[in-house]
C-alpha cells in the first residue's frame, strides 16, 4: 500500500478526511471532501497530513495509552520501526527511516494514536457520504465542497465525481489554490456551482519563498477563470499570515489585481496554528513555529478588503 | 454535568447571575430590584401549607376526597400568610419572601420528620428550615401522615418480583433504579390548565356552572350523589377558596397604599387591590388583570397540588393577546409596560423552589430543576401560524433578560415565518439553552393518531420537559416508569446478576453469554432481559394508576378541564369518558445500551477480535488491566454519528420496546409510550450499573434522553440528528418525546450568516420530524473545562478561520489561544 498503487483515477481518489457540517467554506451546511497531495509546501500549511498524494502514517501520542498497557504496534511492525520514546518512556517513537508506511500497527492499535492520513475512495463512497446530510443541503443551500490539500492534483477524479453530483442536485464548489494546469482547472469548472480559490500574494519572489512555488500560473489561471467562467460566483480568500502579506501594500495589490469583476467576492482569513500539532505527528518540522497575528492588524486589513465590495 | 432541559447547577446558576449582573439595567430598574433582593438567599421552607392541609384533613377523615382537597384549599387560602413584596407588581406567593419551597406531607409526611433534619446539611439543593418550623413539622404535620402515604400503600401493594425490581429490599425509600416509579414524589405529572377560561369565565363563571349542575343531579341516582354531588361541591369550594385567597391580597394591597407616601406606589398598591378585587373571580378585563389573574390560578395550583415538575403555564403568547391587543390600541398600555409585567412574573416565579424531599425525587431534579414551561408560537386551532406581537415580547425578553426562568417553549412548524426563526435564533444564540424547539410536524401527527381532533391537537402546549398536553382532552396525571435499559445489558453478560448486586438474581437466567455461538443468541437474550423489564414496570404502573386516586384529589386543575367538569369527576380518576390518557416509559441510557450491543455485535461475533470471555473479564475489573481493550471497545461503532451499523442496532432496540407497548398499553386503557427524557436521572441509573462493553466505566451516567454517549458524536451536529432519524421507528403511534441536546460553539453561529445557517438546521430538524431540540451555544466556561476534561467534549467543534477542528485534539496553548478568541468574539 506505501507504494503507488495504480489504479483507476477516474474512479478512485485519495482522501484523508469528510467533514460534516462545514458552515464556513461555502453557502449552507456543506460536506468538505479533503483531498490529498498538494503542489504547494505554504509555511503555514495547516493540513500537513495533505501536501504528499499516498497515505502516510501519523502517530499522536496524546491518544496513545502507553507501552506499559500495550505493545500491541511493536509486536505487529515486521520493520522494527516501533521504538521507545526515550523523551517519554512510556509513549513510542516512529523511525521514520525504518518505517516503510506498511500501516500494520495501524490495524493493531486500539487506541486510534496510530492512523492512516489518506484512503483510496471511490466515487460511491464521496457520494454516499455526501448524501447523509442531503436533508440539510435541502433548506439550507449547502453541499459538497472539495479541499484538500489541492483538489485540483486529482482532476479527473473530482470531475467525474461533480458530473455525478449535479445529476443529482447536490450544490458544488472546491476550494484552491489556482496552482494546476489550465486544461484541468476548466474542466473541473464546468461542473461547479462556485468556487473558493486562494490568492496568496502578488509579489512573485515572496511567493516562492513562502509556498515552494511561483505564483505566475495562479495569476494566469485567475485571469483565464474570469474572462471564461465570467457567471461562475468566486470568492477570492487570503490568508493572512505574519511576515509574508500582513501588509497593507500585499492586500491592496490583490485587491487591485481582483476588483472591477461582478462574480467574484473577496475575504481575508486570519493566520491560525490549528494545525501545529498535525506536524509533530508525521514526524514534520512546522516552519512558522513562534508566529502570530496581530489583531489589529487583521482588523485594518480587513477593513481595505471590506473596501472591495 | 450533563443535562436535561434546563436544569442550571448552583454553579452555572451563579455564573448567570453574574452574567445578569454585568448587563444593563436600563429600563428594567423594577426587577432588577425584585431580582437582587432575593437571588443570593438560600431556599427556606415554609411550612404554612403543608400545616393548614394536615390541620383540615384532620377534620374530614371519612369524607370523599376530592371534598377533603377542597376544604382544605378552603381552609389554607383563609389562614396562609399573604405577602405584597416591594416593588413587586404581581401578586400571589405561597411562602416566605425569598427563595422558598413547600411541603406535601400527603406524598412525604410519613419520613418528613427524619428528611427535615437532613435538609440544611444535603449536598443537592440544600434548604433551611427555621427551628419552630421543624418542630411544627416533626410534632403537628409528621404524626398524621404516618401510615397514610401513597409511597407506603404502593410498597405494600407491589407484588415481591416487581418490588425488588423497584425498591431496596432493605429500605422502600430508596429506589433500586432498575425499574424506577415516579409516582410517589409527586402527586401529578406535568400538567397545563386551560387557564383561558379562567380569563374568559372567572371563577365566578365556573362555579355557576357547577352549581347549574349540582341543581340538575338526579336525586334518586346513587352514582349522582356519591360521586358527582361531592365533584361539584369540591368544585364550587374551590372557586371560593381561591377567590378569598385574591381578596385578602386585595385588603392587604389597600391598607398598604394608605401607608405608602411614595405617590408612585401608592397608585401601584391601589390598582394591585382593584384588580384583586375583580380577578381571578370575574372575567379579565385588560391585559394586567388577565397576567394576575393567571398568576393566582397557577400559584394556587402549586399550593394545591405537587405537580412535577410545577405546573405549566401553556400557550401564553395566545391567550394573553387579545388582552393585549385591546389595551395596545386603546393606549392603555405599550410594549415596555407589557414587558416589564411579564418580567415581574418571571422574577415571581424564581423565587418559588420546586423541593424534594424523598431521596429518589432529588436524584431526578437535581439542582432546584423548574419545567414551568411557557409555549410560544406554533398553530392555531384552525391550522394557521399562530405567531403574534407577543411571541416577540417574550423572545426578546429572553434575549434582553437572560434569566433561568421561565422555560421557554418555542413551537416549531414548517410553514413557520422567517421572522420568528430567526428571532428563535438570536434568543438560542445568547447561551443560556432558550429556548426549547418542540416540533408540530412530529407531535401533531401523533396527537392524532392517538385520537385528537385537529383543532385539539393544533392547540396542543408543552407542558413540563418535553411533553405535549392537550389541556381539555388529556386526562393522564400518574407518574411513570423510568426504565434502566442499560441495567438489561448488565444482566444479560451475568446471567441475570449485577455487580452491584451481588448474588442476587436480578433478572432472567439467560444464560451464559460465552456459550453463545451467535450475535442473534446475545441479541435474543438481551430483549428477554429488556421485556422483562417492561413487564415490571407495566405491573407497577397498573396498580398505581388504580391506587393514586385513593390518595391524591385534584379540584382546581379539574375544574378547568371540559372533560371533568362533564363527568364530574376528578382529574387523578383513571378513566374519564371521552379523556387520552397519553403517558409514557422512560427508556433509560439509550446511547449506553446502542453502543455497548454494537460493541458486541461487531468485535465479539463479526470481527472476533475479542472473545466474550476477555470482554467478560474487562468490565468486571472495570477495565484495570484491560487498558486497551477498552480503547477497542471506545473505538468500536457509536451512535450518533449518521453510521447506519449502530444506528440499525439502536432502531430494533426501539422497536422491541414499542412492540410491547403496543400489545399491553391497551389493557391498561392508557397510551404508555416510548419516551426519551431523563431529567437528570441518567447519573443515578448510572450508578448501579457496572462498567458496560462500550468503554464506560462503572457507576458513570448513562448516556441521556436520545442523546449520544459522552463524547462519543463526533460526527457534528446533522450526524446527531440523523442518527436519532434513523434510529426511530415511524410506522409506530407508541412514541413519546425524544430529547436531544446540541452543542455548538459560538463561531458555528457567528453573525447574520451564523443566524441563517442555525435557521436552515432548525428547518432540517423540522423535515425530520423529531420531537424536540435544545441548543447549547458553549461559552468561554466550557471551553476551559473541556480542556480540563477532554474525554467529555471530544465532539466540541471550533472554528477560527478557514478550518475547523475537534477542541481536544488541539495543543494546549492554541486551546488557550481559542478561549481568547472566543471571549472576544462574545463582545
Redesign the interface.
Known amino acids: 500500500m506505501g507504494e503507488t498503487f495504480l489504479f483507476d483515477k477516474k474512479r478512485y481518489g485519495y482522501v484523508f478526511n469528510i467533514q460534516h457540517y462545514s458552515v464556513h467554506d461555502g453557502p449552507g451546511i456543506r460536506t468538505i471532501v479533503f483531498l490529498k497531495g498538494c503542489p504547494l509546501r505554504c509555511q503555514w500549511c495547516s493540513n500537513p497530513e495533505s501536501q504528499l498524494q499516498n497515505p502516510e502514517l501519523g502517530y499522536n501520542p496524546s491518544k496513545c495509552i502507553g507501552i506499559s498497557k500495550c505493545l500491541r504496534c511493536a509486536e505487529a511492525c515486521i520493520y522494527g520501526a516501533v521504538k521507545q520514546d526515550l523523551e517519554e518512556n512510556d509513549k513510542i517513537l516512529i523511525d521514520r527511516q525504518l518505517c516503510k508506511e506498511c500501516l500494520l500497527c495501524t490495524e493493531a492499535c486500539p487506541s486510534k494514536a496510530l492512523e492512516v492520513f489518506g484512503k483510496q475512495t471511490s466515487i460511491d463512497d464521496i457520494i454516499q457520504a455526501v448524501e447523509k446530510d442531503s436533508a440539510f443541503y435541502a433548506r439550507s443551500g449547502g453541499g459538497l465542497t472539495f479541499s484538500g490539500g489541492e483538489p485540483l492534483m486529482q482532476a479527473d477524479f473530482i470531475t467525474e465525481v461533480l458530473k455525478v453530483a449535479r445529476r443529482r442536485r447536490i450544490n458544488t464548489t472546491i476550494e484552491t489554490c489556482g496552482y494546476a494546469e489550465w486544461p484541468k482547472f476548466a474542466k473541473v469548472c464546468q461542473h461547479l456551482n462556485s468556487l473558493i480559490m486562494d490568492i496568496k500574494c502578488m509579489d512573485t519572489e515572496k511567493h516562492k519563498k513562502f509556498t515552494n512555488a511561483s505564483n505566475e500560473l495562479i495569476i494566469e489561471n485567475f485571469k483565464k477563470l474570469c474572462e471564461e467562467f465570467p457567471n461562475l460566483p468566486i470568492l477570492v480568500r487570503t490568508p493572512v499570515i505574519p511576515g509574508f502579506n500582513d501588509s497593507e501594500e500585499d492586500i491592496r495589490a490583490i485587491i487591485h489585481f481582483i476588483k472591477g469583476r461582478s462574480n467574484v467576492r473577496y475575504e481575508l482569513l486570519p493566520y491560525h496554528r490549528l494545525g501545529q500539532q498535525k506536524y509533530n505527528y508525521l514526524g514534520k518540522h512546522y516552519p512558522l513555529d513562534g508566529m502570530r497575528l496581530n489583531d489589529e492588524t487583521f482588523n485594518r486589513l480587513k477593513e481595505i478588503a471590506n473596501s472591495l465590495e | 454535568m450533563e443535562s436535561c432541559c434546563n436544569v442550571l447547577s448552583p454553579h452555572e446558576q451563579r455564573i448567570q447571575e453574574e452574567q445578569l449582573g454585568k448587563k444593563n439595567f436600563e429600563g428594567r430598574e423594577r426587577v432588577f430590584q425584585i431580582l437582587t433582593s432575593f437571588q443570593d438567599l438560600r431556599p427556606k421552607i415554609d411550612v404554612e401549607r403543608a400545616k393548614y392541609f394536615t390541620q383540615s384533613f384532620r377534620e374530614t377523615e371519612g369524607q370523599p376526597l376530592v371534598l377533603r382537597w377542597a376544604k382544605a384549599l378552603k381552609y389554607t387560602a383563609e389562614n396562609i400568610t399573604v405577602y405584597i413584596d416591594d416593588h413587586q407588581l404581581l401578586v400571589g406567593r405561597a411562602g416566605y419572601q425569598g427563595r422558598y419551597g413547600i411541603l406535601f406531607p400527603e406524598l412525604d409526611g410519613d419520613f418528613l420528620d427524619v428528611a427535615i433534619e437532613q435538609l440544611p446539611n444535603r449536598v443537592e439543593s440544600p434548604f433551611d428550615v427555621t427551628p419552630e418550623d421543624a418542630q411544627v413539622i416533626i410534632n403537628e404535620i409528621a404524626p398524621y401522615w404516618k401510615g397514610k402515604t401513597f409511597h407506603e400503600n404502593l410498597a405494600m401493594a407491589l407484588p415481591e418480583d416487581t418490588f425488588k425490581l423497584t425498591y431496596d429490599p432493605e429500605n422502600p425509600l430508596n429506589s433500586r433504579f432498575l425499574v424506577n416509579e415516579t409516582a410517589t414524589f409527586r402527586s401529578s405529572i406535568q400538567w397545563v390548565h386551560d387557564y383561558e377560561k379562567v380569563l374568559k369565565r372567572g371563577f365566578k363563571g365556573i362555579k355557576e356552572e357547577a352549581q347549574q349542575k349540582l341543581e340538575a343531579l338526579d336525586p334518586m341516582s346513587p352514582v349522582d350523589n356519591m360521586e358527582k354531588k361531592p365533584f361539584l361541591e369540591a368544585v364550587i369550594i374551590t372557586c371560593d377558596a381561591i377567590v378569598l385567597w385574591a381578596k385578602r391580597h386585595a385588603k392587604l394591597a389597600a391598607e398598604l397604599a394608605n401607608k405608602e407616601s411614595d405617590a408612585q406606589r401608592k397608585q401601584e398598591l391601589q390598582d394591585i387591590a382593584e384588580r384583586c378585587a375583580w380577578v381571578p373571580e370575574n372575567p379579565a378585563r385588560d391585559f394586567r388583570e388577565a397576567v394576575q389573574s393567571q398568576w393566582f390560578t397557577q400559584m394556587f395550583s402549586r399550593i394545591e397540588q405537587k405537580t412535577g415538575t410545577i405546573i405549566s403555564n401553556g400557550r401564553m403568547d395566545q391567550y394573553f393577546y387579545p388582552y393585549y391587543k385591546k389595551d395596545l390600541e386603546e393606549g392603555r398600555i405599550n410594549e415596555d409596560q407589557a414587558t416589564e409585567l411579564l418580567e415581574c412574573m418571571w422574577v415571581a416565579m424564581a423565587q418559588f423552589i420546586d423541593l424534594y424531599l424523598s431521596p429518589t425525587g432529588g436524584a431526578f431534579n437535581e439542582g432546584y430543576a423548574h419545567w414551568e414551561a411557557v409555549t410560544v408560537g406554533g398553530q392555531t386551532p384552525d391550522g394557521l401560524d399562530a405567531t403574534n406581537d407577543l411571541t416577540y415580547i417574550f423572545l426578546k425578553s429572553k434575549q434582553e433578560f437572560p434569566l433561568n426562568y421561565p422555560d421557554l417553549a418555542a413551537r416549531i412548524h414548517s410553514r413557520a415565518p422567517e421572522r420568528y426563526l430567526y428571532e428563535v435564533a438570536e434568543t438560542i444564540k445568547e447561551g443560556t439553552g432558550f429556548p426549547k424547539l418542540i416540533n408540530d410536524e412530529e407531535v401533531v401527527s401523533l396527537l392524532l393518531s392517538k385520537g385528537a381532533c385537529f383543532e385539539e391537537a393544533y392547540d396542543y402546549a408543552v407542558s413540563g420537559c418535553a411533553e405535549c398536553r392537550m389541556p381539555n382532552r388529556d386526562t393522564y396525571t400518574s407518574g411513570n416508569p423510568y426504565v434502566n435499559f442499560a441495567a438489561a445489558v448488565e444482566l444479560t453478560l451475568y446471567n441475570g446478576k449485577m455487580l452491584k448486586f451481588g448474588d442476587e438474581v436480578v433478572g432472567l437466567q439467560t444464560g451464559d453469554p460465552t456459550n453463545f455461538k451467535t450475535w442473534d443468541e446475545f441479541w435474543n437474550a438481551y430483549v428477554a432481559q429488556q421485556t422483562n423489564f417492561l413487564k415490571h414496570a407495566f405491573i407497577q404502573q397498573h396498580i398505581i394508576i388504580n391506587m393514586r386516586p385513593k390518595h391524591f384529589a385534584t379540584p382546581l386543575g379539574s375544574l378547568m378541564h371540559d372533560l371533568c367538569m362533564e363527568t364530574c369527576k376528578d382529574l387523578h380518576t383513571p378513566a374519564i369518558e371521552g379523556g387520552i390518557d397519553l403517558g409514557y416509559f422512560e427508556l433509560m441510557g439509550y446511547g449506553t445500551v446502542v453502543d455497548s450491543l454494537a460493541v458486541i455485535k461487531k468485535l465479539v461475533f463479526e470481527d472476533k477480535k475479542l472473545t466474550m470471555a476477555e470482554l467478560v473479564a474487562a468490565m468486571k475489573s472495570n477495565f484495570e488491566g484491560y487498558?486497551?481493550?477498552r480503547?477497542?471497545l471506545?473505538?468500536a461503532p457509536k451512535y450518533g454519528n449518521?453510521d447506519s451499523y449502530s444506528d440499525v442496532i439502536a432502531k430494533d432496540v426501539d422497536r422491541e420496546a414499542l412492540k410491547f407497548t403496543k400489545k399491553y398499553s391497551k389493557e391498561l386503557g392508557v397510551h404508555l409510550d416510548l419516551r426519551l427524557v431523563p431529567f437528570t436521572s441518567h447519573v443515578p441509573f448510572g450508578k448501579v450499573v457496572s462498567a458496560t462493553p462500550n468503554g464506560r466505566k462503572a457507576w458513570a451516567p448513562l448516556s441521556d434522553g436520545s442523546s449520544a454517549s459522552h463524547g462519543a458524536d463526533v460526527?457534528?451536529?446533522?450526524?446527531v440528528l440523523?442518527s436519532n432519524?434513523n434510529s426511530k421507528n415511524y410506522n409506530f403511534r407508541n412514541r413519546a418525546a425524544r430529547l436531544l441536546n446540541i452543542k455548538l460553539s459560538p463561531t458555528?453561529v457567528a453573525g447574520e450568516?451564523?443566524s441563517?445557517?442555525l435557521v436552515?438546521?432548525i428547518?432540517?430538524w423540522c423535515?425530520?420530524k423529531l420531537w424536540h431540540l435544545q441548543f447549547n451555544i458553549v461559552n468561554k466556561e466550557t471551553l476551559l473545562a473541556a480542556k480540563k476534561d477532554p474525554s467529555k467534549y471530544r465532539g466540541l467543534?471550533v472554528?477560527?478561520?478557514?478550518?475547523?477542528?475537534y477542541f481536544v485534539?488541539?495543543?494546549s496553548d492554541?486551546q488557550d489561544?481559542i478561549i481568547a478568541r472566543t471571549e472576544?468574539s462574545a463582545i
Open positions: 487498558e486497551a481493550i480503547e477497542m471506545l473505538n449518521n460526527n457534528g451536529p446533522t450526524a440523523m432519524f458555528c450568516e451564523g441563517a445557517k436552515s438546521f428547518r432540517t423535515d425530520l467543534i472554528r477560527v478561520a478557514g478550518y475547523s477542528a485534539e488541539l495543543s492554541l489561544d472576544h
